[in-house]
């Protein structure tokens, strides 16, 4: 029997080097298992938490194996989302990969669009209307402070305070209403495309825009309010899961993460792509690399990127929103490309190789949250197990983006 | 018959749970599960409280609640499931002759008491606090009042043996973590 | 005839208690909606009145799933007992000067030793079920409930010391004057309410059943009707502890700086209601404000700041009793 369990669960693990995880001891023979002549015992015990569970954020399977209720290891098991996008791109035109992009990273739409765009657009020399560009700044920027709006609320959720859910739902969705008024979709948008942008903004827009950047500075000092100061907040998040400046670029670790480290690391900043550098913003950077420190920094960054939003608005030129004559098949010239952005979450990289066709050679896509997550059995290790949700929580994963 | 009938009528509930009592607390002895004997040891400190009750000593069977299911059977409870003795019937114990022995010994004790109580109940002595001086004064009061004037020294004591208690098993516990 | 009596008296308070809840449950879904700026439910009766209902009878109907390892008496006696222990605290609790169904003369220790078998429920839960889940939520509410009952007992003794008697009835005859006991006793009300919160496993409490660590607690495995029985539980725990406070502390029906005896007993009645439902709002609003706490801080919150506070706070109310009688 158990050979035959070990056979089936080896053809399940796609690489033979990694241990299994499966092998669950038989049920009942955990915890503490009688008391040995001199002193107390305390064995592990592994628990699922997931894939069906309120705070993994999707399909996550965190193997845990727990000593009382101290966290000894945590292995997150993925791959219950894979869906083989780099694949599928590679079996695409190059206008057709851009809705893929949106399955990936789904709460940051625009900035997965966006990357391949640019991309292509790069490999096959496409010159972007600079309307267009200010368009895609300002629909990036709007999606990172819905991207970070969400995760507020999803992470006071993992920490117990509901209320704070609702409320980063609320502003997320005056943003949703806003793409839904350019694009039609409100989580799917397929808005940035090869050459440009789908469709122009509309006067509508801009004054939802507008109404929007004026009201954000009140709401967030209300979640400031309600959350940031709250002392059970703070004892649940300060110096929870911290990690060194030294572990987290060892572990290549990106985006807020990397920033509450000390490092203000922004590639925004550091290699200005697009418009970048025409505007004036700040990095956000703190230095203990804790759960507070995570909050603290994505709290600061939804500011700045409404500052962002606010100069691409005041200075959005007339013209053309994309290129006016693009061939329905790009043929790229041979070669490759490797584009990174700053994502919500980090820097995603997109990776391209054209052999010439109509198709793509080769696609790689480097998505932060995958490699954010590979820091939770470090970040995790020796914490208690509602830590470890709130450690989960704060690297802001998402798993469409980590399985891909 | 008769005399037993009057017994009985003299005040029902009393034998009804202390007969319920006893049958509970058979069933805690004879169960191999010990999950099972706990909630049967639960229940049986239910029908002795129930019996305090109807001798309207109030106070007592709330405190009996309190502090033996609330606090000390949750404890038992809490080393069992820790133990993961549960279902496992690890505890059925196969000591021959030892087993005939208590059992001897345990009638031998039963007969005692049943005797003890025949003299007790026949003679039918008041005690310090019948129930018309409780009634008058509370039982609460009369517990208070006993306990802080008479049995002041014994109630000191238990408290300070509590305490090392108390301090015993914080010093086990910080040692382990150690 | 005794018996029959009182058959009835559980007929009756069961069923105001049911109303009761299905009110609580509709009203902590308009809170939190209206905390939340939320509109709530509106769909189901006029503003929504019949939703609770609706979700009652849609428990009811559920199919009963009991999983295949688990123990099944066990497993069937929680969800009972967590339902009948608060839900017989109610016999001691005096609505109105002579509205009550028993005054007894330990009334609140006995709800507190009422509270105190409460634990046996989520314990045999989270035993029962044979998930591990529900065992770490049921270890940690046996924690959790022994060491909030001790603050929770602690804080109310002062009040005891003043009154001199243990009388629910009694306690609030001596309130009478116009003064509650939450002015001689502002610190004992605090740590009441905040063990007692704890005690009901509400948030920031509600740490047995954490959903977002454990699923749902000691509950996961359950559904249908032997859910709707932990709902009720803690709904029923919330009304009685929120009418041990409005006794003990507030004055149970009184009215303050008014003749009492004028006034008629259904408006104590009403003033009594109204005390409780702001109390338990109270408790919504902590539970729809805070984060949750870790298990660790809950444990050093409750003896390192609730037990020590409630020990001062007996040690100075009968040091100062004691100097005003003397």
């Known amino acids: 029997m158990s050979e035959q369990l070990t056979h089936s669960a080896s053809k399940k693990a796609f690489r033979k080097d990694i241990p299994l995880i499966d092998q669950i001891p038989p049920r009942k023979k955990h915890i503490l298992r009688g008391l040995p002549e001199s002193e107390l015992h305390v064995e592990e015990f592994l628990m699922n938490i997931g894939p069906q569970h309120p705070s993994t954020h999707g399909v996550l399977r965190l193997v845990v194996s727990m000593e009382g209720e101290v966290v000894k290891s945590c292995e997150p098991d993925l791959g219950y989302l894979h869906r083989t996008f780099e694949k599928i791109s590679e079996n695409r035109t190059y206008q057709q990969i851009v809705p893929f992009t949106d399955r990936m990273d789904y709460l940051g739409s625009m900035n997965a669009n966006w990357g391949v765009a640019a991309a292509v657009e790069k490999l096959a020399s496409i010159e972007v209307p600079e309307r267009a560009e200010y368009i895609r700044v300002i629909v990036a920027e709007l999606n990172r402070i819905a991207s970070h709006l969400m995760w507020m609320g999803a992470f006071a959720a993992d920490i117990g305070a509901l209320t704070g859910f609702v409320y980063g739902f609320r502003e997320r969705e005056m943003i949703l209403d806003m793409f839904e008024e350019i694009c039609g979709s409100r989580l799917t948008y397929g808005y940035i495309r090869v050459g440009g942008v789908a469709e122009d903004v509309t006067p509508k827009f801009i004054q939802m825009v507008n109404d929007f950047l004026k009201i954000l500075p009140d709401r967030v000092t209300d979640y400031h309010d309600l959350i940031t100061g709250n002392v059970i907040f703070i004892e649940r998040t300060r110096g929870i899961g911290a990690i060194t400046l030294d572990e987290a670029i060892s572990y290549d670790i990106t985006g807020p993460m990397l920033r509450a480290c000390g490092l203000p690391w922004d590639l925004r900043k550091e290699e200005p792509y697009s418009l970048y550098s025409k505007f004036d913003f700040n990095i956000p950077a703190y230095f203990n690399g804790d759960c507070y420190d995570r909050f603290r920094v994505r709290m600061d960054e939804i500011m700045e990127a409404a500052k962002i939003v606010r100069q691409a608005l005041d200075g959005l030129p007339e013209g053309d929103y994309k290129v006016k004559k693009l061939a329905r098949n790009i043929k790229p010239p041979v070669g490759d490309v490797y584009i990174r952005q700053e994502a919500p979450r980090g820097e995603y990289g997109v990776y391209m190789e054209s052999d010439g066709s109509i198709k793509p050679n080769r696609v790689k896509y480097r998505t932060p949250s995958f490699t954010n997550l590979s820091i939770l059995p470090l970040a995790a290790r020796g914490w208690k197990i509602a830590d470890l949700i709130a450690i989960l929580g704060s690297v802001d994963i998402v798993l469409g983006d980590v399985d891909r | 018959m008769e005399t037993v009938m009057s017994y009985f009528m003299l005040n029902p509930a009393f034998y009804i749970f202390a007969g319920l009592a006893v049958i509970l607390a058979i069933f805690m002895i004879t169960m191999p599960n010990p999950v099972y004997s706990a909630i049967f040891l639960v229940l049986t ?128 516990s910080k040692k382990r973590s150690e | 005839m005794d018996v029959i009596l009182g058959l009835l008296y559980v007929v009756i308070l069961f069923s105001l208690v049911a109303v009761q809840v299905l009110i609580l449950v509709f009203m902590e879904r308009k809170v939190s909606a209206w905390i ?67 005054d007894l003369n330990m009334g609140a220790v006995y709800v507190f030793a009422l509270g105190s078998s409460m634990v046996f429920s989520v314990i045999w839960a989270g035993y029962g079920s044979n998930n591990r889940y ?193």
């Open chain 3, 134 to 326: 529900a065992l770490i939520g049921a270890m940690r509410s046996a924690a959790q409930m022994i060491s909030y009952e001790i603050p929770l007992v602690t804080s109310v003794l002062g009040v005891f010391l003043i009154a001199g008697t243990l009388s629910m009835r009694e306690i609030v005859a001596l309130q009478e004057s116009g003064t509650w006991y939450v002015i001689y006793q502002p610190l004992g009300f605090i740590l009441f309410l905040v063990a007692a919160t704890a005690e009901a496993n509400r948030a920031p409490f509600d740490l047995p059943e954490a959903e977002s660590e454990l699923v749902a607690g000691f509950h996961t495995e359950y559904s249908g009707m032997k859910f709707a029985f932990f709902f009720l539980a803690e709904y029923t725990e919330m009304l009685v502890a929120c009418s041990l406070m409005t006794v003990l502390f507030l004055g149970g029906w009184l009215i303050p700086f008014v003749d009492n005896s004028q006034i008629p007993w259904w408006i104590h009645i009403f003033v009594f209601i109204f005390k409780v439902y702001s109390m338990i709002f109270l408790m919504m609003w902590f539970r729809w404000t805070f984060p949750r706490l870790r298990v660790d801080h809950l444990m050093q919150f409750g003896w390192k700041v609730l037990l020590p506070f409630a020990l001062v706070n007996l040690v100075v109310t009968g040091a100062v009793a004691l100097w005003l009688k003397s």
């Open chain 2, 45 to 172: 400190f239910f029908c002795i409280s129930v019996i305090y009750i109807t001798l309207e000593a109030e106070f007592i069977a709330a405190i009996q609640v309190l502090v033996y299911t609330g606090a000390i059977m949750v404890l038992f409870l809490f080393v069992i499931m820790l133990l993961n003795l549960g279902r496992d019937a690890d505890l059925v114990e196969h000591s021959g002759p030892m087993k005939y022995i208590s059992i001897i010994v345990a009638f031998a004790i039963l007969i005692q008491i049943g005797l003890a109580a025949k003299v007790t109940v026949n003679i039918g002595e008041k005690g310090m606090f019948p129930i018309e001086k409780i009634r008058e004064i509370g039982n609460t009061e009369a517990i208070a009042g006993l306990l802080f004037s008479d049995y002041l020294y014994p109630f000191e004591i238990a408290s300070i043996l509590l305490l090392l208690g108390m301090i015993g098993a914080i010093i086990i």
């Open chain 3, 36 to 102: 939340q700026s939320r509109i709530g439910p509106n769909r189901v009766g006029p503003w929504g009145l019949l939703q609770t209902t609706a979700d009652i009878i849609k428990l009811i109907t559920k199919e009963n799933i009991r999983n295949i390892q688990s123990d099944k008496v066990i497993f069937f006696l929680a969800p009972i007992l967590a339902f009948v222990a608060p839900f017989a605290g109610f016999v001691t609790i005096p609505v109105a000067e002579n509205l009550g169904i028993q």
